[in-house]
């Protein structure tokens, strides 16, 4: 069974930071590269994140690059997105996605798995 199961998701204010975890099924993460989307309010769904099934080679969209950090726990099944000096703009629903394909990881459709998000709200 395919489970993804973000947390860490909370109101903060601006400057400040938060972890995000998802915890996933061995069987998916093991097989999968993973990445971190988000959906703010009234925008469709966007990359933030991608991490290689090794952890290797993160990437990011531009607008978090230097305050987000992707990582991954592979004995323990579990992704990570550390975010630092929050923005308003950061504000969105986060999800975490497994990708089992070799290509595209910008693309919201690469992604073979999503849970079911976290949100985080970032207060001025």
């Known amino acids: 069974q395919v489970q993804l199961v973000e947390s860490g998701g909370a109101l903060v204010q601006a400057g400040g930071s938060l972890r995000l975890s998802c915890e996933a099924s061995e069987t998916i993460f093991s097989t999968s590269s993973m990445g971190w989307l988000r959906q703010r309010p009234g925008k469709e769904r966007s990359f933030v994140a991608h991490v290689s099934k090794t952890g290797r080679n993160p990437t990011y969209v531009e607008s978090v690059k230097g305050r987000f950090t992707i990582s991954r726990d592979n004995a323990r099944n579990i992704l990570y997105l550390e975010m630092n000096s929050l923005k308003p703009e950061d504000t969105a629903t986060y999800y975490c996605?497994?990708?089992?394909?070799?290509?595209?990881?910008?693309?919201?459709?690469?992604?073979?798995?999503y849970g079911q998000g976290t949100q985080v709200m970032v207060s001025l």
């Open positions: 996605a497994a990708k089992t394909g070799a290509f595209g990881f910008v693309r919201t459709d690469a992604y073979d798995y």
